[in-house]
């Protein structure tokens, strides 16, 4: 086990693996997120309350979900960098933050042009929507707190630590529609309850949610690939693979 | 289906404006961000060719000096 992480731990091994699982996920993304909005946006039956604004609930849901699984997964990254000094988990990190911040925002813009029809307003101090908008700043603190150091390593600390921070936020998101009784209704999707809506309207949602995870895992590799080749230029091990790719052209 | 027509659809009962925006705004940061991560993989590449070139040129011209 412990043997395995450390080779997961080295850029080279990492990007070597990633190579043959990316392609994948990129093509499982593509499917399921075409196949979803497809069947979310033309086959699934309009709402009897809300007629059709329901179907910004298949990029809602997958975007909010998303954007919180995003901050998770980057406070874990920050962990194993701190701990055990791992680079590749402070490279992932990196790549995800500008991502859950994007997702954060999908979920604040959708749920406005959602409550403006719904319920007559774009937006609410509500605690869920509050919530929600101390993660996007959150996320904006880490990115920036990321590039105000003159060291890299001072920069991937320092963000580590605010991710870490910030997690306190993901339980009171996830709360917020139970303890405070406000407008944001509670989650119509769990996993492990029978929802709440039938299952032509709730199996896209599913196939939807399914395929922004894909396109995250699959975006996540690429840019932290990238993000090695940027870190580890001088290594032999790229320097043999920039080569290579030049004569392949 | 749940429209008649392909212009019912764009239309949404009447709610086009917020079921469009909100799924356009994703459309667009996510094709964006694959996008992204695709030209940024090219330009890294392209620099590191470049800089290893120039490594080896000025590598040539200290052999010729001494």
């Given at each position: 086990?412990?043997?395995?992480?450390?080779?997961?731990?080295?850029?080279k091994w990492?990007?070597?693996?990633?190579a043959?699982?990316?392609p994948?996920?990129?093509?499982?993304?593509i499917?399921?997120l075409?196949?979803?909005?497809?069947?979310?946006?033309?086959?699934?039956?309009s709402?009897?309350?809300q007629?059709?604004?329901?179907?910004?609930?298949?990029?809602?849901v997958?975007?909010?979900?998303?954007?919180?699984?995003c901050?998770v997964?980057?406070?874990?990254?920050g962990?194993i960098?701190?701990v055990?000094k791992?680079?590749?988990?402070?490279?992932?990190?990196?790549?995800?933050?500008?991502?859950?911040?994007a997702m954060?925002?999908v979920?604040?813009?959708s749920?406005?042009?959602?409550?403006?029809?719904?319920?007559g307003t774009?937006?609410?101090w509500?605690?869920?929507l509050?919530?929600?908008?101390?993660?996007?700043?959150?996320?904006?603190?880490?990115?920036?707190?990321?590039?105000?150091?003159a060291?890299?390593?001072s920069?991937?600390?320092?963000?580590?630590?605010?991710?870490?921070?910030?997690?306190?936020?993901?339980?009171?998101?996830k709360?917020?529609?139970?303890?405070?009784n406000?407008?944001?209704?509670?989650?119509?999707?769990?996993?492990t309850?029978?929802?709440a809506?039938?299952?032509?309207?709730?199996?896209?949602?599913?196939?939807?949610?399914?395929?922004?995870?894909c396109f995250?895992?699959?975006?996540?590799?690429?840019?932290?690939?990238?993000e090695?080749l940027?870190?580890?230029?001088?290594?032999?091990?790229?320097r043999?693979?920039?080569?290579?790719?030049?004569r392949?052209? | 289906m749940?429209?008649?027509?392909?212009?019912?659809?764009?239309?949404?009962e009447?709610?086009?404006?917020?079921?469009?925006?909100?799924?356009g705004l994703?459309?667009?940061l996510l094709?964006g961000?694959?996008?992204?991560?695709?030209?940024?993989?090219?330009?890294l590449?392209?620099?590191?060719?470049?800089r290893?070139?120039?490594?080896?040129?000025?590598?040539r011209?200290?052999?010729?000096?001494?």
């Amino acid at each position: 086990m412990w043997a395995f992480i450390h080779k997961l731990g080295s850029p080279k091994w990492f990007y070597a693996i990633s190579a043959r699982l990316q392609p994948w996920f990129w093509a499982l993304a593509i499917l399921l997120l075409l196949v979803g909005s497809v069947w979310g946006l033309v086959f699934a039956p309009s709402d009897y309350q809300q007629g059709n604004s329901f179907r910004i609930i298949y990029v809602h849901v997958p975007a909010a979900i998303l954007a919180q699984s995003c901050f998770v997964t980057m406070a874990v990254a920050g962990v194993i960098f701190l701990v055990w000094k791992i680079k590749i988990a402070d490279m992932a990190a990196a790549v995800i933050a500008p991502f859950g911040a994007a997702m954060t925002f999908v979920a604040l813009f959708s749920g406005a042009v959602w409550g403006m029809p719904t319920w007559g307003t774009w937006w609410v101090w509500d605690a869920r929507l509050t919530s929600m908008l101390i993660q996007l700043f959150l996320y904006l603190g880490v990115i920036a707190l990321r590039g105000a150091f003159a060291s890299r390593d001072s920069g991937s600390r320092a963000a580590s630590v605010l991710a870490l921070v910030g997690v306190v936020n993901i339980p009171i998101i996830k709360y917020s529609v139970d303890w405070w009784n406000t407008l944001h209704q509670p989650a119509t999707f769990t996993l492990t309850e029978r929802p709440a809506m039938p299952v032509e309207m709730w199996l896209p949602l599913l196939v939807m949610v399914l395929g922004f995870y894909c396109f995250f895992i699959a975006l996540t590799l690429t840019r932290t690939r990238n993000e090695i080749l940027r870190r580890e230029s001088a290594k032999r091990w790229v320097r043999e693979l920039v080569a290579g790719t030049a004569r392949r052209g | 289906m749940a429209f008649d027509s392909f212009l019912a659809l764009l239309a949404m009962e009447g709610h086009a404006p917020y079921v469009w925006s909100a799924w356009g705004l994703t459309a667009v940061l996510l094709i964006g961000s694959a996008l992204y991560a695709r030209a940024e993989r090219r330009h890294l590449l392209r620099d590191l060719q470049r800089r290893q070139r120039r490594e080896r040129h000025a590598g040539r011209e200290d052999a010729h000096e001494s």
